[in-house]
């Protein structure tokens, strides 16, 4: 009798549920109204020729379950994720099987959302600014879909984002000025987009930065960066970011990889870290306008293993304490003016050093070592380039550790002979959209 007292009970209850059958399975309608009417409004804004039969999205019938009933054997089988209490969707992570479509304003609808993930599709338009209301968001992945238009404001407002990525995309203008205020923000990704303008200043707590492969330009700033105490990653390469990176840069008190590669840098200053302390493990500066001396501190740096600055305008001889330290793994000097004989260190049966000191202006390079390769610029490129002395003209002098600026009047300009191809790539950080340095012209008989 009590089992079936229980049984009736338990019938009761689910009478007052709104239900739904499907193949004799009873299934509760829990989801909240206005979730319902966002996902749908998120699907209708998807091209239907777009949806596979056998993708997430082809599983969301709305006539047929609820998308947070369970169990989910035959419809939204996949691409959301619910809360405990079954009212609520927490994650829309979608297959990259190719959707196209745009990303409906509707999607603010989703108050409990923290993850949003449409990676590798084709979703298209602009991103609505609605997005700011997700309140709860903490990761957003739009990489490599075909947005357009700027990266809206409103979404600054999103304090508890943690990872945004929109790499891979057509997102143009400015970066939102007012980004330093997303404080929860630890990973940001824009590279491979359009974006323009300086760059502002940064999320306090940011520990890995890519915006490479867009238009910046302007200088990398104290303003910008100088708080950024938790900054491991930077990855700014293929841009036009100009003038001197000074030497707090690299003082950054975590920061371990570098890459600023092709860019318009002209100098550098390098100061050694404090108590030899820094975890700084590889330096990506190739294929910039650096003039002046390769920078001997660079070597004070414990843990660096990687450098390079190939491709630049560094004049004079390679340190001495490149050759003596043992950390360095990969160094990549190719393509600049350096003179002289290579250290030692270089050649030495224990030395594990590979890269490049090729296309410079040095003597004495083994040429059965593959450091050499390729071979030596000719010698009336490298006299051009000195003057016919055997030292670098027009340098000024400075502080040990500092790159030294040439005149104007011996910019590098291109003289007649000078190298017109890139090597093969050999190296992280190679990239064939510029075009390489050229040797300082002449100006009635002087470089």
């Given at each position: 009798m009590s089992n079936f007292i229980n049984h009736l009970c338990f019938l009761l209850l689910l009478s007052t549920?709104?239900?739904?059958?499907?193949?004799?399975?009873?299934v509760s309608a829990l989801t909240s109204p206005s979730d319902i009417s966002a996902l749908k409004a998120f699907k209708s804004a998807v091209n239907p020729s777009s949806i596979p039969s056998w993708s997430c999205l082809a599983s969301w019938d709305f006539a047929a379950a609820d998308p947070c009933a369970s169990p989910r054997r035959t419809h939204f089988t996949?691409?959301?994720?619910?809360?405990?209490?079954?009212?609520?969707?927490?994650?829309?992570?979608?297959?990259?099987?190719?959707?196209?479509?745009?990303?409906?304003?509707?999607?603010?609808l989703l108050s409990q959302l923290t993850a949003l993930d449409l990676a590798d599709n084709n979703f298209s338009g602009q991103i609505p600014s609605s997005i700011s209301s997700l309140l709860n968001l903490r990761t957003l992945t739009l990489r490599s879909n075909?947005?357009?238009?700027?990266?809206?404001?409103?979404?600054?407002?999103?304090?508890?984002?943690?990872?945004?990525?929109?790499?891979?995309?057509?997102?143009?203008?400015?970066?939102?000025?007012?980004?330093?205020?997303?404080?929860?923000?630890?990973?940001l990704d824009l590279s491979f987009n359009k974006l323009a303008g300086s760059i502002p200043k940064l999320p306090p707590n940011l520990f890995e930065l890519a915006m490479k492969g867009n238009s910046l330009s302007g200088s990398i700033s104290k303003s910008s960066f100088g708080e950024?105490?938790?900054?491991?990653?930077?990855?700014?390469?293929?841009?036009?970011?100009?003038?001197?990176?000074?030497?707090?840069?690299?003082?950054?008190?975590?920061?371990?990889?570098?890459?600023?590669?092709?860019?318009?840098?002209?100098?550098?200053?390098?100061?050694?870290?404090?108590?030899?302390?820094?975890?700084?493990?590889?330096?990506?500066?190739?294929?910039?306008?650096?003039?002046?001396?390769?920078?001997?501190?660079?070597?004070?740096?414990?843990?660096?293993?990687?450098?390079?600055?190939?491709?630049?305008?560094?004049?004079?001889?390679?340190?001495?304490?490149?050759?003596?330290k043992k950390s360095l793994r990969r160094l990549y000097l190719d393509g600049n003016f350096l003179i002289g004989q290579p250290p030692a260190g270089f050649f030495g049966g224990k030395s594990g050093v590979s890269g490049s000191l090729g296309d410079n202006c040095l003597w004495g390079c083994p040429v059965s070592s593959q450091l050499c390769l390729p071979s030596q610029k000719p010698s009336g490129i490298c006299k051009q380039a000195y003057g016919g002395r055997g030292k670098p003209r027009g340098s000024v002098a400075g502080a040990e550790g500092t790159s030294l600026s040439t005149?104007?009047?011996?910019?590098?300009?291109?003289?007649?002979?000078?190298?017109?191809?890139?090597?093969?790539?050999?190296?992280?950080?190679?990239?064939?959209?510029?075009?390489?340095?050229?040797?300082?012209?002449?100006?009635?008989?002087?470089?």
């Open positions: 549920t709104t239900t739904t059958t499907t193949k004799n399975v009873v996949c691409a959301l994720t619910c809360s405990p209490d079954s009212t609520h969707i927490t994650q829309i992570t979608l297959d990259p099987v190719g959707y196209s479509g745009s990303l409906t304003p509707l999607v603010s075909k947005f357009s238009g700027s990266l809206p404001s409103s979404i600054t407002k999103l304090k508890f984002l943690d990872s945004l990525d929109i790499s891979r995309n057509s997102l143009s203008g400015f970066l939102p000025k007012r980004i330093d205020s997303m404080t929860g923000l630890r990973r950024l105490t938790q900054l491991e990653v930077v990855e700014l390469s293929e841009n036009s970011l100009t003038g001197t990176l000074e030497s707090w840069f690299f003082l950054l008190p975590s920061l371990q990889q570098v890459d600023l590669a092709n860019n318009s840098l002209t100098r550098i200053e390098i100061s050694s870290p404090p108590g030899s302390a820094s975890d700084l493990v590889a330096v990506d500066l190739g294929f910039n306008r650096i003039g002046g001396y390769a920078p001997a501190k660079f070597a004070d740096y414990p843990l660096l293993s990687s450098l390079s600055l190939r491709y630049n305008r560094l004049r004079g001889k390679i340190p001495l304490e490149y050759g003596q005149p104007r009047d011996h910019a590098w300009e291109g003289a007649p002979g000078a190298m017109t191809q890139r090597p093969e790539a050999t190296a992280p950080g190679y990239h064939s959209r510029l075009s390489p340095p050229a040797v300082l012209s002449t100006r009635g008989g002087e470089c």
